[in-house]
């Protein structure tokens, strides 16, 4: 059953435009992720998210930028897109952050950036 | 450079047989280990966690080990159905807390054929 909603599903957009996904989770969890996978199905983590704290991976392109309304919800925008961005854009949320908590993961949205 | 390793790539197997999935890394500390299946098109959902330094699990025909001491951990599918393709992704977490990071592997990308 499906917790954690992203939308849009796909996105095409020529470079430079921007863009901005949304992601809502109705689990209660405190803490909200975004991965970025690439076409080799790697996952790295973008951003982590927990009571207005923010932890950004510092290989993360400053065009990136997470925005977030409430504890439910976890926006990603991106200013420039770049075709390098074209990737799986997925979204997750825990209980808590770190250690052994399931993340739980949404169906993610797929850039082309052409 | 990668720290999670699994192996096969790619595995095809006839419906009704069993199969196992590997996972190597150098991950350190390696707090605890989750296996995850990704449907096509879909998120990650959590199959099973492996905490202790020789560990366990089993989840219906899911089952899994850890050796902490190898590094290895091992999925196994019993009696393998159609719903079963998907790719299996391996992940480590370095700690048990909010300081801790998660490394994933590539994936195993399995087919289960009739």
């Known amino acids: 059953e499906t917790a954690v909603f992203q939308t849009p599903n796909y996105h095409v957009t020529q470079v430079g435009n921007e863009v901005s996904f949304n992601c809502k989770q109705t689990?209660?969890?405190?803490?909200m992720y975004w991965y970025k996978q690439d076409s080799k199905k790697l996952l790295k983590i973008m951003f982590s998210y927990n009571n207005k704290q923010l932890i950004v991976n510092e290989t993360v392109p400053r065009r990136f930028s997470p925005q977030s309304s409430d504890k439910a919800h976890l926006n990603l925008r991106i200013k420039s897109v770049e075709p390098e961005d074209s990737a799986v854009y997925l979204c997750?949320?825990?209980?808590?952050?770190?250690?052994?908590?399931?993340?739980?993961f949404g169906p993610g949205t797929r850039l082309l950036v052409l | 450079k990668t720290q999670v390793e699994q192996s096969p790539q790619s595995l095809v197997v006839r419906q009704g047989e069993n199969c196992v999935l590997q996972c190597n890394y150098s991950v350190t500390p390696d707090n605890h280990l989750r296996w995850f299946k990704q449907d096509t098109g879909k998120g990650l959902v959590s199959l099973t966690v492996?905490?202790?330094?020789?560990d366990k699990t089993s989840n219906g025909r899911y089952s899994a080990t850890l050796d902490k001491d190898a590094k290895h951990s091992t999925l196994h599918i019993t009696a393998t159905l159609l719903d079963d393709t998907a790719t299996y992704i391996c992940?480590?977490?370095?700690?048990?807390?909010?300081?801790?990071?998660?490394?994933f592997g590539a994936g195993t990308q399995l087919i289960v054929i009739p």
């Open positions: 997750a949320s825990s209980r808590d952050w770190g250690g052994q908590d399931t993340q739980y």
């Open positions: 689990l209660g969890h405190d803490t």
């Open positions: 492996l905490v202790d330094q020789k």
């Open positions: 992940v480590v977490g370095d700690r048990g807390s909010a300081l801790g990071r998660l490394h």
